[in-house]
């Protein structure tokens, strides 16, 4: 089966600019994650999708950070403006539902972001 | 709030031999949901081993196993016959059982295969 493609792979703005992220998930994974990976650290959760419903966006920075999942498919996480310290690199991951023991939890590869 | 630990930032090992990863946890929920993620350099993250906190009985998985002391909150990642292809970041993470899917993880062990 398909993972959860992501892109860019890596992406590269100025202070202040806007940028955008996008996750495809596997086909059927009604709960789509965002995680925030600082270098060094271990990913931190911005926001939770079920469907094309907001479960949880408590660790969201919402003047900045937004995130939409279309149709309940495709998401995509946008930053504006960006910070120095929005550099890192941003996971996507999808499973099947929230309920249980990690149904088909899976990860894509990021996007690596380099606010200079 | 559920806090994840992980005390080793790096740590190496020779080709064959086996390492122990330590992570300590925090929470006050009694069902839980614990896991080992290894993360290459292309970045995904990918599920080792995981345990589920009512289960006594220690999770294996060919070479990787657990010691899961629940008092004690600790969850240590055991690799056996250490190969190359371990040699990545290794992350503790935690998970309350029930209607979600958020996972807390620790800050990740730098794990060195040598030959």
């Known amino acids: 089966e398909a993972g959860v493609a992501q892109s860019p792979r890596y992406k590269i703005i100025e202070k202040r600019q806007s940028v955008a992220f996008w996750c495809n998930p596997i086909?059927?994974?009604?709960?789509l994650y965002w995680y925030q990976q600082i270098l060094g650290q271990g990913p931190k959760l911005l926001i939770q999708?079920?469907?094309?419903?907001?479960?949880?966006d408590s660790q969201l920075p919402k003047d900045r950070f937004s995130a939409e999942r279309l149709k309940g498919v495709d998401s995509t996480l946008k930053i504006q403006p960006a910070k120095l310290e929005d550099s890192a690199v941003y996971l996507c991951?999808?499973?099947?539902?929230?309920?249980?023991?990690?149904?088909?939890?899976?990860f894509g590869s990021g996007t690596r972001l380099t606010v200079v | 709030a559920q806090t994840v630990t992980q005390s080793q930032p790096e740590m190496s090992v020779q080709e064959a031999e086996t390492v122990t990863l330590s992570c300590t946890y925090d929470?006050?929920?009694?069902?839980?949901?614990l896991f080992w993620y290894k993360q290459p350099p292309s970045r995904q993250m990918i599920l080792v081993i995981r345990?589920?906190?009512?289960?006594?009985q220690n999770a294996t998985e060919n070479r990787f196993s657990v010691n899961f002391q629940k008092a004690a909150k600790s969850f240590s990642l055991k690799i056996s016959d250490s190969q190359l292809g371990d040699t990545a970041m290794y992350f503790c993470?935690?998970?309350?059982?029930?209607?979600?899917?958020?996972?807390?993880f620790g800050q990740g062990t730098t794990l060195q295969v040598k030959p």
């Open positions: 345990q589920e906190a009512y289960k006594q």
């Open positions: 929470t006050s929920e009694s069902n839980y949901y």
């Open positions: 086909s059927g994974h009604a709960t």
């Open positions: 993470a935690f998970m309350r059982k029930g209607n979600t899917g958020k996972l807390i």
């Open positions: 999708f079920q469907n094309n419903g907001v479960v949880d």
């Open positions: 991951a999808s499973s099947i539902g929230t309920g249980g023991f990690n149904y088909g939890y899976t």
